[in-house]
């Protein structure tokens, strides 16, 4: 493949410039230059969401000629998810938090969706107003071409009186007509649309006896495909399998083992398809059906196509690229052109526009602009061994331009528990060791995508081996020499903060300062009663047998603030809907209450996800204040 120009150089150029000297902290912490990138069905445009730090921006551009088609929109709002909808208009996904419309369901991140005619230059909300639905939507919009024209489908709520059902809507595009198609049930949790533009299956599940079901449309009508039990990890609906004759939903086998399942409407026999444990994401063609699959297994990232002719041509772009990660972000309809991102080990990630026709590489922009090669951290892979002798993994990120000897040590814990750090660019690590730190990222037990055993192995564990796996990575860096023990702190967000107040009260020997971004600090106050799948899922995981278990007392960080003896700065969402503020403010009341060094950091407007730029930059400021106040580089 070989590289020709950058396609958005005249907006990049304007927006952001590359700086010379070691890059600034805030061209770490700002929001991606581009966020998202998206090829048109027809390969002739391509749609950018490009952000100044801030504000985000929609960029639609002819591919040939370089012409902007469209440049405006979103401003300040968070951008979820950016399709094309045939070849003249664009499904926009954002989210907001704020409460209920007409339902009581309080305090939540909420989607919208949103069409933009890239034309007439116009957007137009999918779901508008009006006494029968609610404005939001449930999941991705769906896309099919029905009698030559594009049509929208989301998932929305039907409202009769105050109760509301999980209900198709078909939004055209052109005209803006929204219609509900179909109406769910009390239990309904999803729906799959097939490439008629009608429903093909429907997910049901009752969260107070744990039946699941899979309902899907045949030609003699509905019928129950599966069913089951779960009180906790439910069978879950993917998508259409590999043609509109099927449905691909993921179940355990007898081993517990999560598995896919391809299975015919018309009943036929059920096909199992290889997935990496508890990491998958399919692969789609335009009209949703199933072509391949990801799997990140260990370090590798794996991208398996069905088609040869698709398998081949992946093949040579990962040839082009070298020992680049690549990730697949969209592709045209007849998957000629394709957008990826391209992580280089030693420079910023870039997104490329790839033409298979012609066999090159055009350059579409960095991700962060304004890093340069120069402003990245080697990032490594580890492997060490638990006390009890549990195999461990996970990444040093150095200092750009340093190797390993007696670093200072950030120890950053991620979120989850069951995710997982992963190869390539992180901009939270490289940030921070941009200011001279080295930082330990490490997949304790109960980590996904390392194995079912490897994730269960962490049930029960959160206080205990999930936080002494993170100080046998200390020990582990110790004694080889790289980091010296004397200068660590902890710093993590969501489970990640509750992992790093755990650090300062439970597993303190290593740490000198701990910061926590929207950390539980209580966990019974947190898990609450008793009903529903995902309180059941906590339980279990935080090894509790119900929220009155003395447990939960135990391995909570607030109950332990009279053991602190290091500084703790708490950084808090005001609009966080996972984990609520609540849980920070009460952690440094009881601090100041038991006379113990405590900071806390509310950031208005920022939910779970650090999803706006001036308290992202906020965060990782305040960060970087705090680990250099009590932790010094040099």
């Known amino acids: 493949m070989k590289q020709l120009r950058w396609l958005l150089g005249p907006v990049m150029a304007v927006m952001f410039g590359m700086t010379a000297a070691a890059a600034?902290?805030?061209?770490?912490?700002?929001?991606?230059?581009?966020?998202?990138?998206?090829?048109?069905?027809?390969?002739?445009?391509?749609?950018?969401?490009?952000?100044?730090?801030?504000?985000?921006?929609?960029?639609?551009?002819?591919i040939a000629s370089g012409t902007t088609k469209l440049r405006g929109f979103v401003g300040d709002q968070k951008v979820r998810g950016l399709q094309w909808a045939g070849n003249a208009h664009l499904a926009l996904t954002t989210t907001s938090t704020e409460n209920a419309l007409f339902l009581q369901s309080g305090f939540r991140e909420w989607a919208f969706g949103n069409v933009i005619d890239?034309?007439?230059?116009?957007i137009k909300p999918m779901m508008p107003p009006g006494p029968a639905s609610m404005q939001v939507i449930f999941g991705p919009p769906a896309v099919r071409v029905i009698g030559g024209r594009p049509m929208i489908f989301v998932q929305g709520i039907a409202l009769e009186g105050d109760r509301g059902a999980l209900s198709v809507f078909r939004i055209d595009p052109q005209s803006g007509v929204n219609r509900m198609i179909r109406r769910g049930a009390a239990e309904t949790q999803s729906w799959l649309i097939g490439p008629d533009g009608e429903p093909t299956a429907q997910e049901l599940y009752n969260g107070g006896s744990g039946e699941w079901t899979l309902r899907v449309r045949t030609a003699e009508g509905w019928r129950d495909l599966a069913t089951k039990t779960a009180?906790?990890?439910?069978?879950?609906?993917?998508?259409?399998?590999?043609?509109?004759?099927?449905?691909?939903?993921?179940?355990?086998?007898?081993?517990?083992?999560?598995?896919?399942?391809?299975?015919?409407?018309?009943?036929?026999?059920?096909?199992?398809?290889?997935?990496?444990?508890?990491?998958?994401?399919?692969?789609?063609?335009?009209?949703?059906?199933?072509?391949g699959q990801y799997s990140l297994v260990g370090?590798?990232?794996?991208?398996?196509?069905?088609?040869?002719?698709?398998?081949?041509?992946?093949?040579?772009?990962?040839?082009?690229?070298?020992?680049?990660?690549?990730?697949?972000?969209?592709?045209?309809?007849?998957?000629?052109?394709?957008?990826?991102?391209?992580?280089?080990?030693?420079?910023?990630?870039?997104?490329?526009?790839?033409?298979?026709?012609?066999?090159?590489?055009?350059?579409?922009?960095?991700?962060?602009?304004?890093?340069?090669?120069?402003?990245?951290?080697?990032?490594?892979?580890l492997r060490f061994k638990a006390a009890d002798g549990t195999a461990l993994s996970g990444y040093l990120t150095l200092p750009p331009g340093r190797k390993a000897g007696n670093l200072p040590l950030i120890v950053l814990p991620h979120g989850g528990p069951a995710a997982r750090d992963r190869p390539g660019f992180d901009w939270w690590a490289q940030g921070m060791a941009s200011r001279g730190y080295a930082v330990l990222q490490v997949n304790y037990r109960g980590s996904a995508g390392l194995g079912r055993a490897f994730t269960e192995a962490g049930y029960g564990q959160w206080g205990r081996k999930m936080q002494t796996d993170l100080s046998d990575g200390v020990r582990h860096l110790a004694t080889q020499g790289a980091i010296d023990p004397k200068r660590v702190c902890i710093v993590g967000g969501s489970y990640g903060g509750?992992?790093?107040?755990?650090?300062?009260?439970?597993?303190?020997?290593?740490?000198?300062?701990?910061?926590?971004?929207?950390?539980?600090?209580?966990?019974?106050?947190?898990?609450?009663?008793?009903?529903?799948?995902?309180?059941?899922?906590?339980?279990?995981?935080?090894?509790a047998d119900g929220a009155s278990d003395p447990?939960?007392?135990?391995?909570?960080?607030?109950?332990?603030?009279?053991?602190?003896?290091?500084?703790?700065?708490?950084?808090?969402g005001k609009d966080d809907t996972v984990v609520p503020l609540e849980q920070s403010q009460i952690m440094a009341e009881a601090m100041r209450k038991a006379g113990k060094p405590v900071e806390l950091l509310v950031m208005t407007g920022e939910d779970h996800w650090l999803s706006r730029g001036e308290t992202r930059q906020q965060m990782l400021k305040a960060t970087m204040a705090f680990i250099e106040k009590h932790n010094p580089p040099n």
Do not use: N
């Open 498 to 543: 509750y992992a790093a107040l755990a650090g300062a009260t439970i597993d303190r020997e290593p740490y000198r300062c701990a910061v926590s971004l929207a950390g539980i600090s209580d966990l019974r106050r947190m898990v609450g009663g008793e009903t529903g799948p995902e309180r059941r899922y906590w339980k279990r995981f935080m090894g």
């Open 551 to 572: 447990i939960l007392a135990e391995i909570s960080p607030i109950t332990h603030v009279d053991k602190v003896t290091i500084p703790l700065l708490l950084i808090h």
């Open 299 to 381: 370090d590798e990232a794996r991208y398996t196509l069905y088609d040869p002719a698709d398998a081949r041509a992946w093949a040579a772009i990962a040839e082009g690229f070298g020992a680049a990660r690549l990730g697949l972000a969209s592709w045209s309809q007849d998957r000629r052109k394709m957008v990826v991102l391209v992580d280089q080990p030693a420079e910023p990630p870039a997104f490329a526009l790839i033409d298979m026709t012609t066999r090159e590489a055009i350059r579409i922009g960095d991700q962060y602009a304004g890093l340069t090669a120069a402003d990245i951290g080697a990032k490594t892979a």
């Open 118 to 122: 890239v034309a007439g230059k116009k």
């Open 24 to 62: 600034p902290l805030e061209a770490y912490g700002r929001l991606p230059s581009i966020e998202a990138a998206v090829v048109s069905p027809d390969g002739t445009s391509l749609a950018v969401v490009v952000s100044d730090g801030a504000k985000r921006t929609i960029v639609v551009q002819d």
């Open 231 to 291: 009180m906790i990890e439910r069978p879950y609906l993917i998508g259409m399998g590999r043609d509109a004759s099927s449905v691909l939903y993921g179940d355990k086998d007898e081993g517990g083992r999560w598995i896919w399942k391809e299975a015919p409407l018309d009943g036929g026999p059920v096909r199992e398809l290889p997935a990496a444990e508890d990491e998958d994401a399919t692969i789609r063609a335009v009209d949703g059906r199933l072509i």
